[in-house]
């Protein structure tokens, strides 16, 4: 891996990015081949893509690889997705460990084979203390499951008597969903065309810039990264104040 220039001021680039990988089938169709030869190509894209962000210095990159609606697919391309989760990470776990990369998985893994969660359990540990790139797979996830599972939690606590209706706040239901220890997500990348959110981190992109763009997945590098962080650039965020606000805020005033 080459090192970050310095020329650039990469003070203002996003710490968070999260991506909905879209396109892969689209991708392969318009090469008339089978759809699910789309997705060992989208993998090219996700090694592209962790690179970039390695080398960029972006804390945190989260992927959303597989959503829980995504089982209604046709029981062929879930299985061939299946085994390509496993083979990449058979292929790349340790060469994430060398580059300092930490690996985190996010979503219900109990619906996947015993194998596959325990490599995703293996190189979870195995990455555990690394302190540059965290990379968040997010695997049968769904930000409405999610959100239930911490409701749930704290329904118990109240019913155990840990805890009163009045303390639940915004703090605390945050902290009950994944990756509640890691920044909210600055830009939000969704390629393929569709402007939708698919059930991807509802609560954590309340305020993160949304960019959609018609590039399919596959086709995704290091230069289409770099258009959207400098789009990322230019967008103002307000979180609710004025732009004047903003700006005396940005020169310490
Ligand atoms: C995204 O590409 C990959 C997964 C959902 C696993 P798609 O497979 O959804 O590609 P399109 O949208 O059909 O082109
Ligand atoms: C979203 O893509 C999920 C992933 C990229 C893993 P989909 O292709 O499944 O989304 P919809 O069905 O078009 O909303
Ligand atoms: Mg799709």
Redesign the pocket.
């Known amino acids: 891996m080459q090192p970050a220039s310095s020329a650039i001021d990469r003070s203002q680039y996003p710490k968070h990015i999260a991506i909905i990988?879209?396109?892969?089938?689209?991708w392969a169709k318009k090469r008339h081949l089978p759809?699910v030869m789309?997705?060992p190509a989208?993998v090219k894209a996700v090694k592209r893509v962790v690179e970039f962000c390695a080398q960029e210095e972006i804390q945190v990159l989260t992927l959303f690889?597989?959503s829980s609606e995504?089982w209604r697919r046709p029981k062929e391309e879930v299985a061939k997705?299946m085994d390509l989760f496993m083979s990449t990470m058979q292929k790349e776990v340790n060469r994430l460990d060398k580059n300092n990369i930490r690996l985190r998985f996010i979503g219900d893994r109990t619906e996947f084979s015993d194998k596959l969660q325990q490599k995703m359990v293996d190189s979870e540990r195995q990455t555990e203390n690394n302190t540059g790139l965290t990379l968040v797979i997010a695997a049968n996830y769904g930000s409405h499951r999610d959100m239930t599972l911490a409701v749930q939690n704290i329904a118990r606590k109240v019913q155990e008597g840990t805890l009163v209706p009045d303390d639940i706040d915004e703090t605390l239901i945050a902290s009950g969903l994944s990756i509640s220890d890691l920044p909210e997500p600055d830009l939000f990348i969704r390629t393929?065309g569709e402007q939708r959110i698919s059930n991807f981190l509802l609560w954590q992109l309340a305020y993160t810039e949304l960019y959609f763009t018609s590039k399919l997945?596959p086709d995704f590098n290091a230069a289409t990264m770099q258009e959207a962080i400098d789009d990322f650039l230019t967008r103002e965020r307000r979180f609710g104040r004025t732009s004047e606000q903003v700006q005396k805020l940005s020169k310490g005033t």
């Open positions: 990988m879209d396109g892969n089938g689209r759809r789309g997705h989208g690889a597989f995504n997705l393929g997945w």
